[in-house]
């Protein structure tokens, strides 16, 4: 029984570490699958006000930071690193935004998620390390399936909205990467971000937008599943995820978002775009298994 013990013991300090130093648990990935959730209820709310996207993305502040301060009670912290990502956070969702009213829905969600190959564009340069071949497998997988996924409303008409989409991801992925360093704290880069947000919408509006109560809604709605839940979780799930993974999972956003616009608005979901969304969820999924398989190991 004691060696038993022992051997549990010492096999259990085994995974324990490698789960450390590779960044990888069922509770890091449960956080990220809810992340995406909340994310994906976003274009819910968005058609729900009438406000500009910076004013949207201002109101909405008001509501994540108190909510968020009060549900999570963490103390903030205030260092380069939690304002560098605090940064890339704020110019993410306002390049997103900004997307979103120059080219279509479909293309500035494609091309934000190219934020998976600028993390690992990052992590080449940070470590001097090429990706694994698995890494680069799974995106092509993952990205065939994206571009199945909307094969009927893809368009590249739009340059400059696409061109503000591929910033988008950069800064998302640059968003994913810094928040595992050692240094950073992702709820407080969440907070600045929306502390930027707010800020920037002061000095542009000199003062609060025009508000009309019917965009009450949308605001609180958003302010509180997207921005203030989705922003926990998301701090909590990648604390103990590493980048590349988090980001992937993430990526359920992008099939989730649809779902609801099927289920509540009735759009149409075609059976090539069927297929495209079981490649997406099973190139996460197969991401997951061979994270899992080497914990096991």
């Given at each position: 029984?004691?060696?038993?013990?022992?051997?549990?013991?010492f096999?259990?300090?085994?995974?324990?570490?490698?789960?450390?130093?590779?960044?990888?648990?069922?509770?890091?990935?449960?956080?990220?699958?809810?992340?995406?959730?909340?994310?994906?209820?976003?274009?819910?709310?968005?058609?729900?006000?009438?406000?500009?996207?910076?004013?949207?993305?201002?109101?909405?502040?008001?509501?994540?930071?108190?909510?968020?301060?009060?549900?999570?009670?963490?103390?903030?912290?205030?260092?380069?690193?939690?304002?560098?990502?605090?940064?890339?956070?704020?110019?993410?969702?306002?390049?997103?935004?900004?997307?979103?009213?120059?080219?279509?829905v479909?293309?500035?969600?494609?091309?934000?998620?190219?934020?998976?190959?600028f993390?690992?564009?990052?992590?080449?340069?940070?470590?001097?390390?090429?990706?694994?071949?698995?890494?680069?497998?799974?995106?092509?997988?993952?990205?065939?399936?994206?571009?199945?996924?909307?094969?009927?409303?893809?368009?590249?008409?739009?340059?400059?909205?696409?061109?503000?989409?591929?910033?988008?991801?950069?800064?998302?992925?640059?968003?994913?990467?810094?928040?595992?360093?050692?240094?950073?704290e992702?709820?407080?880069?969440?907070?600045?971000?929306?502390?930027?947000?707010?800020?920037?919408?002061?000095?542009?509006?000199?003062?609060?937008?025009?508000?009309?109560?019917?965009?009450?809604?949308?605001?609180?709605?958003?302010?509180?599943?997207?921005?203030?839940?989705?922003?926990?979780?998301?701090?909590?799930?990648?604390?103990?995820?590493?980048?590349?993974?988090a980001?992937?999972?993430?990526?359920?956003?992008?099939?989730?978002?649809?779902?609801?616009?099927?289920?509540?608005?009735?759009?149409?979901?075609?059976?090539?775009?069927?297929?495209?969304?079981?490649?997406?969820?099973?190139?996460?999924?197969?991401?997951l298994?061979?994270?899992?398989?080497?914990?096991?190991?």
């Amino acid at each position: 029984m004691c060696c038993c013990a022992g051997a549990y013991s010492f096999n259990h300090r085994i995974i324990s570490g490698w789960i450390m130093e590779n960044k990888i648990s069922t509770k890091g990935v449960f956080f990220l699958l809810m992340t995406a959730f909340c994310w994906s209820l976003a274009g819910l709310f968005i058609r729900a006000s009438h406000l500009s996207g910076l004013g949207f993305s201002m109101m909405s502040s008001i509501v994540a930071i108190p909510l968020s301060m009060i549900i999570h009670h963490k103390k903030l912290v205030f260092n380069k690193m939690t304002v560098t990502v605090g940064v890339f956070q704020f110019l993410m969702s306002l390049t997103f935004i900004y997307a979103n009213k120059l080219t279509s829905v479909a293309n500035a969600i494609v091309l934000q998620y190219s934020s998976t190959i600028f993390v690992l564009i990052y992590q080449s340069i940070d470590l001097r390390k090429l990706p694994t071949k698995r890494q680069m497998g799974i995106i092509v997988i993952v990205f065939i399936g994206m571009a199945l996924f909307f094969a009927d409303t893809l368009s590249f008409s739009h340059l400059l909205g696409n061109i503000l989409a591929i910033i988008s991801g950069a800064c998302f992925g640059m968003q994913f990467y810094l928040n595992n360093k050692e240094e950073a704290e992702a709820f407080s880069s969440t907070i600045f971000a929306y502390m930027f947000s707010l800020t920037v919408g002061l000095i542009v509006f000199r003062g609060l937008p025009h508000f009309h109560i019917t965009d009450a809604f949308g605001v609180c709605g958003y302010g509180f599943f997207p921005m203030c839940l989705g922003g926990i979780f998301l701090a909590l799930g990648i604390s103990c995820t590493e980048a590349f993974t988090a980001n992937l999972i993430c990526m359920l956003e992008v099939i989730l978002a649809p779902l609801w616009a099927f289920i509540f608005f009735h759009e149409t979901i075609s059976g090539i775009s069927l297929l495209g969304a079981g490649m997406v969820v099973g190139g996460i999924i197969l991401n997951l298994v061979l994270d899992f398989k080497k914990v096991a190991i």
